[in-house]
């Protein structure tokens, strides 16, 4: 029986070799920095709009702009529905003397995450797991690893560790690396300050029985916690297309249509209920943490998480069956 051990290394290697996590890297490296400095205006404009750094000022303006939308005939109903549990949040927030959002370094990757995990860290994954098995075919190497002597599914297996361990790597990168730049200009504290959690939504009313502060450290463990989560999905979904389609390109096209398409289903989609059956709709489980009103009524986190880990079942199965009996030498 041949350890697995040394296939992983290979695979890492030849995954390092082709250079999509350095791509990945550099990319974040140039985009959180514009994020960075697209945050640093927009408190920079608040302070000047209200003529002053106090949190409450402009929480409490917040909360009576919302209000004050809530009667008009041009907002629509959706929009009402989430505007109406802002404003419940954000008066807990006041009633409790928490900042929902104290500007530091923890809080911007707390946010940056919270926005990245619909689109795009699964983007990054996609394009790093799309071409893992079908770069063989390009390649030609796909002979001369398949006429080793070890058994297909062995080497399918150390593909997938190799995908778990750089989807891992993509979302500790995107935390530590947005965590730093932006503490430069946010300053690094921020890792004891409370956080609200444990909002329930039912409709539009929102639960506050089990709403409860956890320092900041704790709820960005969760955070990416369920981001990893996510991102895991898409890397399973990934390794199946990429065992189906032999074109990188076709695979690549395949999952960005996909999640993009998660994207707008998930503004749209809010009377389809079925669609909350598909992965992409799924993707922010993140939201759940802060009380966000999900995309369609009757999602919760359990629900969420059962949908996109069988999902990834499903195209864990349909990978090795494919990969394990499929003629693929010719």
């Not at 995107?174 to 946010?186: M, P, R």
Request: charged share 15%.
């Amino acid at each position: 029986m041949t350890s697995l051990y040394p296939l992983i290394k290979n695979e890492t290697l030849k995954m390092l070799k082709k250079k999509r996590f350095l791509v990945v890297v550099l990319i974040l490296l140039v985009l959180i920095p514009i994020f960075t400095y697209a945050q640093m205006k927009v408190a920079q404009n608040l302070k000047k709009q209200f003529g002053t750094e106090d949190w409450r000022v402009t929480t409490q303006q917040q909360i009576i702009d919302y209000t004050n939308s809530l009667s008009s005939n041009r907002v629509p109903e959706e929009w009402k529905k989430w505007r109406k549990v802002q404003v419940e949040l954000l008066q807990y927030s006041l009633d409790h003397n928490i900042n929902p959002a104290d500007p530091n370094g923890v809080t911007f990757a707390r946010d940056f995450m919270k926005n990245a995990v619909g689109l795009f860290i699964p983007l990054l994954v996609a394009v790093l797991a799309s071409d893992i098995v079908s770069s063989e075919h390009s390649t030609g190497t796909i002979k001369l690893l398949l006429t080793r002597p070890v058994a297909r599914w062995r080497v399918l297996m150390s593909k997938l560790v190799t995908l778990v361990l750089f989807t891992s790597l993509i979302v500790l990168a995107t935390g530590v690396l947005s965590y730093l730049i932006s503490g430069f200009v946010f300053g690094f504290r921020g890792w004891t300050v409370p956080v609200l959690t444990g909002f329930r939504l039912n409709g539009a009313d929102v639960d506050f029985s089990r709403v409860h502060a956890v320092p900041q450290w704790l709820y960005l463990f969760m955070e990416f916690g369920l981001a990893w989560f996510s991102c895991l999905a898409v890397a399973c979904l990934s390794l199946m297309v990429s065992v189906i389609v032999r074109s990188t390109a076709a695979g690549m096209g395949i999952m960005l249509a996909a999640l993009i398409a998660g994207t707008i289903l998930s503004n749209m989609v809010s009377t389809w209920e079925s669609a909350k059956y598909l992965f992409m709709v799924n993707l922010e489980t993140v939201d759940y943490l802060t009380g966000t009103l999900p995309p369609i009524p009757g999602q919760t986190l359990p629900f969420s998480l059962a949908v996109l880990a069988v999902w990834a079942l499903a195209g864990l199965t349909v990978a090795f069956t494919v990969f394990t009996r499929k003629d693929v030498l010719h």
